[in-house]
């Protein structure tokens, strides 16, 4: 079975403070996604990556930067944390092999920004 | 340009009674469609997909979708719901030359007792 893992199921931090998300997954996907999850307006798209060193904005990169150093591994950064950052972010996966697009996703991490 | 209009964002239904969870894409090209379900704070699931296989998908839980080209939908459907379907439901729809998914805003399911 495919597993996504991500660094915390729930992270608290300060205005301003340098925030990493860190999601592996371990199916040797091509394809890394970054969500965020707010009631009422469903999966937002923030940034992908096809491959290593690669990277595409989504619908709402601003404010977010990502890195995708190793294949297994893509990291979301919120350079400088707002109290409007305070959501769910789910990282998701899928290989150019995998079913139709299908993505497989990680528990996710719930933000909070005071 | 794909998108997903999942109709209602809350959906409440007795135990035992019928699941309908409707979901209408909009493609210039041939469809891929999903549903994945969300339980509370965990990521999403897969729960069915549609690939220009067979129209009527079945899928875990006893959750089956079919195929309408004619209407543009992929509606969700169980026959008996059970309290532990309490979840929310996403559809998605993506295109093969694209890896990306289109999501809907997602329905929450309740199931009263």
């Known amino acids: 079975d495919v597993k996504v893992t991500q660094s915390s199921r729930y992270l608290v931090k300060r205005t301003g403070e340098k925030v990493f998300l860190e999601c592996v997954q371990d199916?040797?996907?091509?394809?890394m996604f970054w969500y965020r999850q707010d009631p009422g307006l469903g999966l937002r798209l923030i940034y992908f990556s096809y491959d290593v060193k690669m990277k595409e904005k989504g619908d709402i990169p601003e404010g977010y930067s990502v890195s995708r150093e190793k294949k297994e591994r893509f990291s979301l950064i919120l350079e400088s944390a707002s109290t409007n950052q305070t959501s769910m972010y789910l990282c998701a996966s899928s290989g150019y092999m995998s079913s139709y697009n299908e993505q497989f996703f990680g528990p996710g991490t719930r933000l909070t920004v005071l | 340009a794909q998108s997903v209009t999942q109709l209602g964002s809350h959906v409440s239904v007795s135990e035992g009674a019928l699941v309908l969870l409707r979901c209408n894409y909009s493609?210039?090209?041939?469809?891929?469609l999903f549903w994945y379900v969300q339980y509370p704070n965990q990521g999403l699931q897969l729960l069915l997909k549609y690939t220009s296989a067979a129209t009527l998908v079945k899928g875990i839980n006893g959750f089956e979708a079919e195929f309408k080209k004619s209407e543009t939908s992929f509606h969700l459907t169980k026959p008996s719901a059970h309290m532990s379907d309490a979840a929310e439901y996403f559809c998605?729809?993506?295109?093969?030359?694209?890896?990306?998914?289109?999501f809907g805003k997602g329905t929450k399911l309740s199931v009263k007792p």
């Open positions: 493609s210039s090209v041939p469809p891929y």
């Open positions: 199916m040797d996907h091509e394809n």
């Open positions: 998605a729809v993506s295109v093969a030359s694209q890896g990306n998914l289109i």
